[in-house]
């Protein structure tokens, strides 16, 4: 399944690799396995002949069962929901279930193959409700969205695929493919036809024409070996689901290729470009095979879910490279400071940059190199504009920088003396009247022995000090 193509509310901002496929958070390499879901049965929750996978923007996954006649819902966790389908010719019936996607709005469609249509449904509740079909010249192998909401439904006897309005209008069709096993497109308009018996992916502009092609059948770098499913992702990464060589390869759009997933002959996980080894199958985590190799899709920006048809059959979840620039552990789609080492994430005026590249901590418009108070902002409670509270504490060292006579000086520090010690007993309706007699000798002064503009920040700060009492007074 591929869902719709749009740019996805992740911070996306490339870091300059080939074909700018890497992006800040996660990077194009799957770095490992999480954890295998799924078992191989027809009860509810069980997984009889699983085909294909899409997830919606809730996070619930679907699978196809292609031998169940059936689609399957769990939610984000894998718990299963419901399934909804069963044999048959009738609408809201399947007889051999392929491809399948989900919309943004929540609509499913899906590959009825042996019954030659695409057929729709709705979600109401935890049901799902059957909205109507449409006919397809073929079997439908896959069907996938483009970012205009066109559907595109690869035909894979055909050796045709076609795009759809979402109602089943025909709005093209092209040919000349070997066994298209899916079709997709980028958020240009671009088209990528994958070529099962060709082995090959076939790069198509809005129009139609073919304007790039790659792969041939082989087990290098280069090859593929019945390759089963794409899946492009919203950085430009375009991964292919190399069957029978058990692995899963990474491109950009323009076929450079990246590395590839799987186990290889000498090493299992990521295997760069020119690693020398090929994949083969196996069982373990992280492995595929040794029968069939069907899906990949993404869960969420972090995880894919890979569809390994055994034996035995098993969804396996594996997860992308985390990129952390500054080496603290926190990806840097998570970090608040993504190039400054910063473990503990403090961010004390919760504006969202963390302290440690936050120029500004504590949002008082001070930068914090000229804020003697970095992490405090004292709104309108800071009289002589350092960035900090005014406090009565304070205060003898605010007056000292002041130019006045030495008389007013010493008239103003015994006023704060006193009160300083009125508070150390408590006793804060003493101190705010020591307070108010600092302030008359300030205004007494003002223009005379203390220019006016000092006179007047110190008023403010005993009155600030003083409305900092309120709930002591």
Same mark, same amino acid.
Request: hydrophobic share 35%.
């Given at each position: ?12 901002? =490339? ?30 929750? &069980?997984?009889? %002949? ?55 709005? +929540?609509?499913? $469609? ?8 695409? &057929? ?7 049901? /799902?409700?059957?909205? /109507?079909?449409?006919?397809?010249? #073929? ?16 035909? $894979? ?6 795009? /759809? =309005? ?7 069709? /092209? ?5 298209? #096993? ?19 992916? #076939? ?24 390759? *089963? ?26 076929? *450079? ?69 500054? %080496? ?46 970095? =992490? &405090? ?9 350092? %960035? ?44 705010? +009247? ?40």
């Amino acid at each position: 399944m591929k869902r719709l193509l749009l740019v996805s509310s992740f911070l996306i901002l =490339t870091l300059g690799i080939a074909g700018d496929a890497q992006a800040i958070g996660y990077s194009y390499r799957i770095d490992g396995y999480l954890t295998q879901w799924g078992e191989a049965s027809t009860g509810p929750g &069980q997984l009889n %002949g699983p085909w294909d996978i899409a997830v919606d923007s809730e996070g619930r996954v679907y699978v196809s069962e292609y031998w169940g006649d059936r689609v399957s819902v769990f939610d984000s966790d894998y718990n299963y929901i419901t399934s909804f389908g069963g044999y048959g010719t009738e609408p809201g019936k399947f007889y051999r279930v392929f491809g399948i996607a989900v919309d943004f709005g +929540g609509r499913v $469609y899906v590959c009825d193959d042996m019954n030659w249509r695409i &057929q729709v449904f709705e979600r109401v509740g935890n049901e /799902y409700r059957y909205l /109507y079909h449409f006919p397809v010249p #073929t079997y439908p192998r896959r069907i996938s969205i483009n970012a205009q909401g066109e559907l595109l439904v690869a035909g $894979y006897w055909s050796n045709k695929v076609f795009r /759809y =309005t979402k109602t089943g209008a025909l709005l093209a069709t /092209y040919t000349g493919f070997n066994l298209p #096993t899916d079709f997709v497109a980028d958020s240009d308009g671009n088209m990528y036809v994958l070529e099962h018996w060709g082995n090959c992916v #076939t790069k198509l502009d809005p129009n139609g024409n073919r304007i790039a092609k790659w792969g041939s059948q082989g087990s290098d770098d280069g090859g593929f070996y019945w390759p *089963t499913d794409l899946f492009l992702d919203s950085h430009g990464t375009l991964y292919v689901v190399d069957q029978h060589n058990y692995r899963i390869k990474a491109y950009t759009t323009d076929g *450079t290729f990246l590395g590839w997933y799987g186990k290889g002959t000498k090493t299992s996980g990521w295997h760069e470009p020119g690693s020398g080894e090929v994949g083969v199958s196996g069982t373990g985590p992280g492995e595929f095979g040794p029968e069939y190799l069907w899906t990949i899709t993404a869960q969420d920006e972090r995880r894919f879910l890979v569809l390994d048809c055994g034996p035995p059959w098993r969804i396996q979840v594996l997860q992308r490279e985390v990129i952390d620039a500054d %080496g603290d552990g926190i990806p840097d789609d998570e970090d608040n400071c993504p190039t400054v080492y910063n473990p503990d994430q403090v961010d004390f005026d919760g504006d969202g940059p963390g302290d440690v590249c936050d120029p500004d901590d504590d949002n008082d418009g001070l930068v914090d190199d000229e804020d003697a108070c970095p =992490t &405090q902002n004292p709104g309108d409670l800071d009289a002589n504009g350092d %960035g900090c509270t005014d406090d009565l504490k304070d205060l003898p060292d605010v007056i000292a920088g002041l130019k006045m006579v030495p008389l007013v000086r010493v008239l103003l520090l015994s006023k704060v003396a006193a009160a300083q010690a009125a508070v150390s007993l408590g006793n804060y309706a003493a101190a705010r +009247g020591h307070l108010l007699g600092f302030i008359g000798i300030a205004r007494a002064q003002a223009g005379k022995r203390i220019s006016r503009d000092d006179a007047r920040m110190l008023i403010a700060f005993a009155e600030n000090v003083i409305r900092s009492w309120d709930d002591k007074t």
